[in-house]
């Protein structure tokens, strides 16, 4: 506890007192584990806060304002970009332990939750009602929908449902000094209020803490059918989704795996087992379509005849396992990068759809210029690219100008340098890149009617 002068660890112990002494982390070893999140930061807080209900981010949020000490609030930290790390001075309440589903309205088709559900654990409870909550970041076995709320999360249904910012009705939020803001009305449509719900989605934890989500749910499709088709030129899919999309087939999920991400693919023993990859193989496209048993009887031999004109080869799976172990291939990717580097820069940038060869074409000649791998993989469907440069620390410096001319590229490409991951700490510096100055100052105020002392996330999103 040496890190902590003294004025600041009696204050921490009033906290302690309040909630209790398991709901407030201090030593050390408590401290370590929420020093991280899946960006390369190392952040360890003053001190963790664990509330099981919306009662104590009431008082935390009291506290953090008597006592003006900033606060990260955090759902599983799965963020790639520092949004969920708090610096020295500042604390983490980890929402994780906030994890009930609160009520079902079958016949509204709205689910009410606590900010600490998995995603992937309330559709399986969904499931159980014939329900369905479309968005689904490759992170949803391990994400909570705070985070994805607060990031804007997507995934690769974005194309047919898009993201998380098309289900959230309303939310109930908690401000500093502990006042409640419910925004929306709950009902399924209404236009009293001025719609404040849209500006804490991608808020990143710099505007409230949501301590309950209204999200709108939609019936199950009833049958699902993945085609897996294997490419040996890399822009291939790109072209491939655009005709799908000009012959009125329109997928449900749609993602691309480039090049170089196959490269780290090959090395993971599961995918050799269940992927015929040979040399000649240079990208992957996952396409699947969802409907009525109808429907898909119907679509299923239009798109195998579609793949059989272009000459394609391709995979069929019907089964939900055959689906489900064929995108677990593609929700292993990120973690199986480390084999081409051991230092990362990740982005989640976005393009209009009919540039993403383009911008392909620019990744590819940076690649070969710099020569540092550089992925290039995600969810096509929306033009929404994750591009991960891979480097050993010498290389830092020319990373760094690589991923700059990145992000200009896809400016100048009329893009957006963050789809869903948010701008966090690590990319903050680049807003004025995008935003124009009075959108910034825009920003600025919005933040300050809701966090006046500039207590919430001060780190992230908005330049100093
Ligand atoms: C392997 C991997 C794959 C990924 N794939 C995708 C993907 O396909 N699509 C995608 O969009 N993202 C993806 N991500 C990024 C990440 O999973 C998402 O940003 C996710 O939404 C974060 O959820 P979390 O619970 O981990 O939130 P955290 O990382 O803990 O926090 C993220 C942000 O939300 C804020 N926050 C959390 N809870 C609350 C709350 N209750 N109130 C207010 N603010 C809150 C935090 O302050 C922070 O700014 C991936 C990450 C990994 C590691």
């Known amino acids: 506890m040496k890190f902590l002068k003294k004025g600041k660890f009696k204050i921490l112990e009033k906290l302690q007192e309040i909630l209790g002494k398991e709901k407030v982390l201090l030593e050390e070893e408590e401290l370590l584990s929420y020093s991280y999140d899946a960006s390369s930061l190392i952040r360890k807080p003053l ?102 709320v607060a990031t804007g999360a997507g995934g690769p249904r974005g194309l047919k449902y898009g993201t998380t910012k098309d289900y959230v009705l309303a939310l109930e939020v908690v401000l500093p000094g502990g006042e409640i803001l419910k925004t929306g009305p709950t009902t399924l449509k209404g236009v009293v209020p001025y719609n404040l719900t849209p500006i804490f989605i991608g808020s990143e934890g710099t505007l409230g803490v949501f301590t309950e989500i209204f999200l709108k749910v939609l019936p199950l499709p009833e049958k699902r059918v993945l085609f897996l088709s294997f490419h040996s ?44 990859l040979d040399s000649l193989t240079k990208a992957l496209f996952f396409v699947e379509f969802d409907g009525t048993h109808l429907e898909i009887k119907d679509l299923v031999p239009k798109i195998e005849r579609f793949y059989f004109e272009k000459g394609i080869r391709v995979i069929k799976a019907e089964k939900e396992e055959e689906i489900e172990s064929l995108w677990e291939i593609r929700r292993t990717l990120a973690p199986a990068l480390k084999v081409l580097g051991s230092l990362k820069i990740a982005d989640d940038v976005v393009v209009p759809r009919k540039f993403m060869k383009v911008f392909l074409t620019e990744i590819r000649k940076l690649e070969k210029e710099s020569k540092l791998p550089i992925v290039c993989f995600g969810h096509a469907g929306d033009g929404n690219f994750h591009v991960n440069l891979l480097f050993e620390e010498e290389k830092k410096e020319i990373a760094k100008e690589v991923r700059e001319k990145i992000l200009k590229k896809v400016l100048e490409l009329s893009g957006t340098i963050s789809g869903e991951h948010g701008l966090g700490y690590t990319k903050r510096t680049y807003i004025n890149w995008e935003l124009s100055s009075l959108q910034i100052e825009i920003m600025k105020k919005i933040k300050k009617i809701f966090d006046p002392d500039n207590l919430l996330n001060p780190w992230v999103k908005l330049p100093d």
């Open 47 to 148: 001190a963790v806060i664990l509330p099981e209900k919306k009662e104590e981010v009431v008082e935390v949020l009291k506290w953090i304002k008597k006592h003006q000490i900033p606060l990260t609030p955090r759902g599983s930290g799965t963020s790639t970009t520092g949004s969920a790390l708090a610096h020295s001075a500042g604390i983490i309440l980890c929402l994780s332990k906030m994890n009930r589903i609160l009520e079902l309205d079958e016949e509204e088709r709205v689910v009410r939750v606590e900010p600490g559900v998995i995603n992937g654990e309330l559709k399986s409870y969904l499931k159980k009602f014939r329900l369905f909550y479309p968005p689904d970041p490759a992170s949803m076995n391990f994400s909570t929908i705070g985070g994805n």
């Open 233 to 276: 030129l890399e822009e291939e899919p790109l072209e491939l989704l655009s005709q799908m999309l000009k012959r009125g087939l329109t997928p449900a999920s749609s993602e691309f795996v480039d090049k170089t991400s196959l490269k780290a693919l090959v090395q993971i023993q599961k995918v050799k087992e269940l992927l015929p």
